[in-house]
Structures are given as C-alpha cells and as structure tokens.
C-alpha cells in the first residue's frame, strides 16, 4: 500500500539513496553527468533549507520522492526520483499533482523544472501533464544547450 506524505529530517538518508539509485541509470550516459552521482545526506539537508520534500512509502519505506521551492512567482519541482522496480505505475505523476495542488494553494502562477535535452521521455510524461517547453538552458563549460526549463502556467 503506498502513501504519500512531507519528508522528515529524519527521511534523509534514505531519500538521498533513493534519489542515487534512481539517477543511477544515467552513469557516464549524461554530460555533464548529473549532480545527484554525488549526492550526500548532508548536501541534500541544506537543499532542503529553502524548499520542500514529498516522499512515497511502500510498507514504511521510502521508494520515491520529488522536491519543491519556491521560485519567483513559481514553484519548482526537482529531484523527481522514483526506484526503477516501482515505476510505470503513477508515482511521478502523484507526486507532480501533489505539488501542483500545494502549489496552486500558495497562488504561485505555475509550476517549472528542469529537464535535460536528451531525457525525452521524462519531456514527454512533463509535456502530458500539461507542461511546455520555455527555454533551453545550457551548462557552464558547454557551447551547445543541455537542457530545457518547462512550465505548466496555471489558470488565473
Ligand atoms: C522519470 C521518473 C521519475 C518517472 O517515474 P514513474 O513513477 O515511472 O512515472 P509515472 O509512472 O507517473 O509515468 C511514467 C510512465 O508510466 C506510465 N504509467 C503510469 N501509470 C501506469 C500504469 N498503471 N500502467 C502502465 N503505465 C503507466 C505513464 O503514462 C508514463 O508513460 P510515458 O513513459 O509514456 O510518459 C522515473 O523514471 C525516474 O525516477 N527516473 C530517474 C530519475 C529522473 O529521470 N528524474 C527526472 C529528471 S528530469
């Protein structure tokens, strides 16, 4: 039986390893290879200083979780990580809906993340959920863009 709920201080650890494994199938497949290689439970404390965190429980234990932040008028949604033996079943899009319902009770004017150009799966399941491209963003060192923002503008 899964269940969602806000992180705790005491979830850290555990969101950092799932965050890892989850990320783990990009391993010398992304350039610059994603942040989340080297995540520690101390760096992913301070990430969490401005911003929030759900998590999904199977039987008490942590297999997903996707942070949230305020950004200007928007929230933006980071560290989507779902394990690879419980995807395919609707965790990423609870979790998205989940932020965009607290996001849209803080009046924020959308949600926006960031999604690197060649993930375009993950492109596809963020446009189906309403999400459009609205700049391609580049990483320091990099001549050519590595990544897109999406947005998913609410209703005034
Ligand atoms: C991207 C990621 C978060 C998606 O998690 P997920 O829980 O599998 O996502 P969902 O189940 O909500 O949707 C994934 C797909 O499963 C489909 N799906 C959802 N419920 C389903 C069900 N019951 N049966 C079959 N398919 C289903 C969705 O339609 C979607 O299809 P698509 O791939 O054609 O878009 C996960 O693959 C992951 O953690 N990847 C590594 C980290 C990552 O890339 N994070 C995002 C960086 S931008």
Known sequence: M???RDYKVADIPR?????????????GKLEPPSSAEKKSPEVVK?????GNALVIED???IVA?????????????????VLPE???QGIATILIKEIEKRAK??????LTLSVRLVLTRQQALYSSLGFECESYGTHSGFSEPTFMTMIKRFAD
Not at 69 to 80: D, Q, S
Not at 105 to 110: D, Q, S
Request: with cysteine.
């Open 59 to 61: 039987k008490d234990i």
């Open 2 to 4: 899964l269940k969602l």
């Open 15 to 27: 969101m950092t390893e799932v965050i890892k494994a989850a990320f783990a199938e990009y391993q």
């Open 65 to 81: 979780c996707a942070f949230y932040k305020p950004k200007g008028n928007y929230v933006y949604l980071e560290r989507l990580s």
């Open 86 to 88: 419980y995807r395919k």
């Open 46 to 50: 301070q990430e969490l200083e401005h």
């Open 105 to 110: 009770e803080t009046r924020a004017k959308g």
